[in-house]
């Protein structure tokens, strides 16, 4: 959630020379992306805004952090794993990865929706081991600008353009040969949840379900900024919608109940940090009053998890959504005490419950037939079991080289 209370207003001097700044592309632009991605590597705050210092930057994580080498981890655990890169309708590079059990028979397809400010590569890597370790081909993408994508870091021109690329992308990988006539779920974190509702109100033919967690479907009313400095805000952000001007939260302080497992959101080497642009705020602003208007029309079937004492997004919200959606098969599970990271920040053995009634969900919808079939609960129990490490792990991992 971004916080919009308390806008700073830039002064004269520093509008103008925001309105001048241009962005080059110039080879000795890139020169210094580079070096300046290989500093911040070292210890320094990184300078992201280009995808080039992005990709730059995480190749100098994995080579300084071997053990975060999600990669060849993914090899031992026998899951295919492919990071790829597809050209959108505007001819932007967006970063592609899925994660694809070796020697499983596949029970449907999920697709990742990752939060603000995030990437697939990061936390997103723990949910897909898991569930692609429980028999689930899993596909993600790093929405323009942000992870590995091309386009200015952090910065949202259009949110509805930005389900448009999601919608692209995964409608493509859906009619492949190998996954037709699987179900395909939508799984969306924070704002990957308005992302996922947005995408499905746009196709909503295209999905068999979603998992929503701690979905962004409504700034809270104590959020928004007194009129007065919201007029300038939307006036701002007309002049220079880029500039980084919206006052930031320590949104891992916020998130992670487990204080043990912040360290895992100042590690991520290619998230979006500081003050949110102005554009970007506006943006979410908007997509989520309009998501608000429209919660009547969600109809697929939802699973909706959100922690009791959430601070970023506003469990209430939740609790409406699940009210009025159209949709027959819906379930709301709030998760007493826990946060908003629900998947990364909380004890271990909430992560382990929840996963394993996100897998549970999943399964009874996409493969019906393996308890029709005979599979047991102990047998149940044995996938979980196998799968939900994955996951425990990813906040168990260290700077130890």
Not at 92 to 100: A, C, T
Not at 137 to 152: I, K, N, Q, T
Not at 183 to 202: D, I, N, Q, T, W
Not at 376 to 397: D, M, Q
Request: charged residues 25%.
């Amino acid at each position: 959630m971004v916080p919009l209370w308390g806008l700073a207003v830039a002064s004269v001097p520093a509008v103008a020379w925001l309105l001048l700044r241009r962005e080059s592309e110039s080879d000795e632009v890139k020169k210094q992306e580079r070096r300046s991605a290989a500093r911040s590597v070292k210890g320094e705050r990184l300078l992201l805004d280009t995808a080039v210092q992005r990709r730059f930057a995480r190749q100098e994580f994995y080579r300084k952090h071997k053990n975060f080498d999600f990669n060849k981890i993914d090899e031992e655990h026998g899951l295919n794993v492919l990071e790829t890169y597809v050209l959108n309708s505007d001819g932007k590079e967006i970063f592609v990865k899925s994660w694809i059990p070796a020697q499983k028979q596949l029970h449907g397809v999920v697709f990742l929706c990752h939060g603000y400010g995030d990437t697939i590569t990061y936390y997103a890597e723990g949910v897909a081991r898991t569930l692609a370790s429980a028999g689930y081909a899993v596909f993600g993408m790093d929405y323009p600008g942000f992870g590995m994508s091309e386009g200015l870091h952090g910065y949202i021109l259009d949110f509805h353009k930005l389900v448009d690329d999601v919608i692209e992308q995964y409608r493509a990988i859906k009619e492949r040969e190998e996954l037709k006539g699987l179900p395909c779920f939508l799984y969306g974190e924070s704002m990957g949840g308005a992302v996922a509702l947005r995408a499905h109100l746009k196709e909503p033919s295209l999905w068999n379900g979603a998992v929503l967690v701690a979905p962004m479907c409504k700034i809270a009313d104590t959020m928004y900024p007194p009129w007065i400095q919201l007029q300038i805000l939307l006036l701002l952000a007309r002049i220079i919608p880029k500039a980084k001007l919206v006052p930031d939260r320590n949104i891992a302080a916020l998130g992670f109940r487990v204080p043990e497992k912040r360290h895992l959101a100042d590690m991520n080497p290619i998230s979006y940090s500081g003050n949110p642009r102005l554009g970007t705020a506006v943006q979410l602003l908007r997509i989520t009053d309009y998501i608000e208007s429209k919660l009547h029309e969600v109809s697929l079937p939802l699973l909706v998890l959100h922690g009791g004492d959430d601070r970023v997004t506003d469990l209430s919200i939740s609790r409406l959504l699940h009210e009025k959606a159209r949709s027959k098969d819906k379930t709301l599970r709030v998760c007493p005490d826990s946060w908003h990271c629900i998947m990364q920040g909380e004890p271990d053995d909430v992560i382990r419950k929840v996963m394993r009634e996100v897998i549970e969900w999943l399964d009874a919808r996409a493969a019906p037939k393996l308890w029709k079939l005979g599979q047991s609960e102990e047998e149940f129990e044995e996938r979980v079991a196998a799968a939900v490490p994955h996951l425990i792990n990813f906040g168990r991992l260290n700077v130890a080289t």
